[in-house]
């Protein structure tokens, strides 16, 4: 069974439509037990970083987050959650990856936040080779820079992680649920690992 | 590369697409999820759904769509039509929405703006501005552009955007149903004032237009209706036209 963790996360229901497009069985959860025991872990997100990690916190979410054995993959703030520091509002975060998160700082009048299609350019194998140069949807004013848990560089104001790896945990900075048959595929990338 | 975005825009009326349509390999044209799915196939980057005739008794039927809508549509997708407060909102939002419109309620109120951006975040709100140039000013229009209000549309944008919109949606009412091009000029100021995404709409009569909306307007997005539904213009063939025209898009 896969666990999509049940919080103040505004894209829910969004995951919870992609995944019953692609005939998923799932269950929206903020049970531990029920978290700790699904094969798969879903840690969706669209917030502001300090309010969403106290909300975690006050539940001991963020413990459980942290120490699941299980493939478990962060979207949008649940990836920039699952790193050590957000700059948005000084937030300590879960530490998962140790990359700060920061603001984006346009040089040549970029808008902020970045919305809309850009492009994956793949530096890992944990995504189908067939979404490399393929477009996604992002809203998202914060980055993680690249670094060596990169899995995936997009750019916008600089090159930075759209998507990122290390060990049981997977993250997208972009919305898989909102991003057609590509973003399809980056579920089913995760949804296939064992 | 952040691509610029093409979006149809669909008018509700009772759970029903209005305005002719005019499409092929559809069952059923005048369902507005059957049309959506359609135009996410072709390539649509977004979609707008507005509930025309928005009315308190038939706001059930348009959240009930825009639950069939999220169900079966895999990319970001905008609803409005009549919507004046948070109560209006949260239901389309828990519905499945990622974006909501606002116009003449907004107008009437801006503190509506500031509520919704606090209590849903900027990139859910989008001010949708109806404008026509009268006496050399450009005036916003409420109630569907039938009433003059007494905003011009760069000072309103530029609130607009202070107070917490994420988007706006241009629509010259001098250009819209003409098909005679976008409103260029004010598009171009629009963006050198902005820091958020301005998206285009009123006056697309070809794919030209598209490419002056993008290369000259600088606009991040362009929205027709018409010119979708009959079929005039196929998105694949108008994005293919952009890339090739030297615009970044999606294909």
């Known amino acids: ?194 | 590369m952040l691509t610029k975005r093409i979006i149809p825009c669909l008018d509700i009326k009772d759970g029903r697409t209005v305005k002719g349509i005019n499409f092929v390999n559809i069952r059923d044209a005048g369902d507005p999820v059957e049309l959506g799915a359609s135009y996410a196939l072709q390539g649509a980057d977004e979609l707008v759904f507005l509930d025309i005739a928005a009315t308190n008794e038939n706001r059930k039927t348009f959240v009930n769509l825009v639950k069939k809508i999220a169900a079966r549509i895999n990319i970001p997708f905008t609803v409005g039509g009549g919507i004046s407060s948070i109560e209006d909102v949260a239901p389309l939002l828990e519905a499945g929405a990622d974006k909501v419109s606002i116009n003449s309620a907004a107008v009437k109120s801006p503190t509506l703006i500031d509520q919704l951006a606090k209590a849903f975040g900027s990139q859910f709100v989008v001010l949708a501005i109806d404008a026509r140039k009268i006496h050399n000013q450009w005036t916003v229009h409420t109630h569907g552009g039938s009433k003059p209000s007494d905003k011009k549309l760069f000072s309103w944008a530029r609130e607009g955007a202070e107070r917490g919109a994420g988007e706006i949606l241009f629509t010259s009412m001098d250009h819209d149903g003409t098909k005679q091009g976008f409103a260029i000029d004010p598009l171009g100021k629009l963006n050198e004032l902005l820091q958020i995404p301005v998206i285009a709409s009123g006056g697309a009569g070809n794919r030209q237009h598209f490419l002056e909306a993008f290369l000259l307007g600088k606009a991040d997005a362009a929205l027709a209706a018409s010119l979708f539904h009959f079929g005039e213009l196929p998105i694949p063939e108008l994005k293919l036209y952009l890339k090739n025209s030297g615009v970044p898009i999606r294909i």
């Not at chain 1, 029920?34 to 975690?56: C, H, W």
């Not at chain 1, 930075?160 to 991003?179: C, G, I, M, R, T």
Request: aromatic residues 12%; charged residues 25%; negative net charge.
């Open chain 1, 1 to 194: 069974m896969i666990a999509v963790i049940k919080y103040n996360a505004g894209n829910i229901r969004s995951v919870a439509f992609a995944l019953e497009r692609l005939g998923i069985d799932f269950t929206i959860t903020d049970t531990h037990e029920e978290i700790q025991r699904a094969d798969k872990v879903i840690f969706p997100g669209v917030g502001e970083a300090s309010s969403t990690m106290a909300y975690l916190r006050d539940r001991k979410l963020d413990k459980v987050i942290k120490e699941l054995k299980q493939p478990v993959l962060g979207i949008c703030l649940g990836m920039q959650l699952m790193c050590a520091y957000s700059e948005e509002n000084n937030t300590a975060c879960l530490g998962i990856f140790e990359e700060s998160v920061k603001l984006f700082k346009p040089e040549h009048k970029e808008k902020v936040p970045h919305m809309g299609w850009n492009s994956l350019a793949l530096t890992k194998n944990w995504l189908d080779p067939g979404v490399d140069d393929g477009y996604v949807y992002f809203v998202h004013s914060y980055y993680v820079p690249v670094n060596p848990y990169t899995a995936a560089i997009t750019e916008y104001v600089l090159p930075f992680s759209s998507a990122l790896k290390k060990d049981n945990f997977y993250a997208v900075q972009f919305h898989p649920e909102k991003s057609a048959t590509i973003g399809e595929k980056v579920l089913l990338s995760f949804l296939n690992k064992s």
